[in-house]
């Protein structure tokens, strides 16, 4: 069966600090994957998504990268954290199915950057 | 673009009863797919219900149902026999249908039933 694991799921962070978020697929190959934010109160806004290794596109520019050095892994990442960069974030895989497609999300990682 | 309104931030409902949950859409798209995700308090996200636009007839699965309505742009869910376990965030969303990159969600409504 499909799985997607995404950790840590808590990361407290100080401004300043670098940023490695990790997400890997399991039971699919080469699928499309995603990095979500959600503030507080709010929707979820796309970061990233990625066709495959080593292509990324990025929706909004921002502190923050991603990189897919796997076809199934999928790092969001930072050099220098920012207040601002608080948030859910959460990885994302879709698959075709014979209705259409479906997403799937990994567990989130609550970051908070002090 | 694409955007998606969820005009209720909070909703409350009594166990057991009847909730509807709303959401419009704004597209110059003619086929894509609507999406009701929940997100309890573990807060992963959980796909409750999917709608193709071409589809007339309303996607139903168990205790949800969906009042699509694509002329105005509404897409609603309806939560039968709401029970304590449907606590959670409900988040709608927008997919057009040739691009698989980009789902649009709302801003969510939370969704509190009460024993």
């Known amino acids: 069966s499909q799985t997607i694991h995404q950790w840590p799921a808590t990361l407290v962070q100080p401004v300043g600090s670098p940023l490695s978020l990790e997400c890997t697929v399991e039971?699919?190959?080469?699928?499309?994957l995603y990095w979500y934010r959600q503030a507080a109160g709010r929707g979820l806004q796309l970061l990233f998504y990625?066709?495959?290794?080593?292509?990324i596109s990025s929706e909004v520019p921002q502190n923050l990268s991603a990189s897919r050095p796997q076809d199934r892994q999928f790092i969001l990442s930072s050099k220098k954290l920012l207040l601002s960069d608080s948030g859910f974030y959460l990885c994302?895989?879709?698959?075709?199915?014979?209705?259409?497609?479906?997403?799937?999300f990994g567990q989130g990682t609550r970051l908070t950057v002090v | 673009a694409q955007t998606v309104t969820q005009s209720q931030p909070e909703m409350s409902v009594q166990e057991a009863e009847t909730v509807t949950l709303s959401c419009t859409y704004d597209?110059?798209?003619?086929?894509?797919?609507l999406f009701w995700y929940k997100q309890p308090p573990s807060r992963q996200m959980i796909l409750v219900i999917r709608?193709?636009?071409?589809?007339?007839q309303n996607a139903t699965e168990n205790r949800f149902s969906v009042n699509f309505q694509k002329a105005a742009k509404s897409f609603s869910l309806k939560i039968s026999d709401s029970q304590l376990g449907d606590t959670a965030m409900y988040f709608c969303?927008?997919?057009?249908?040739?691009?698989?990159?980009?789902?649009?969600f709302g801003a969510g409504t939370r969704l509190t039933v009460k024993p």
């Open positions: 969303a927008f997919r057009r249908m040739y691009n698989n990159n980009d789902m649009r």
């Open positions: 990625s066709v495959g290794i080593g292509q």
């Open positions: 994302a895989w879709t698959v075709l199915t014979g209705t259409g497609t479906e997403a799937f």
């Open positions: 709608q193709e636009a071409y589809k007339q």
């Open positions: 039971g699919t190959s080469n699928p499309n």
């Open positions: 597209t110059s798209e003619s086929n894509y797919y």
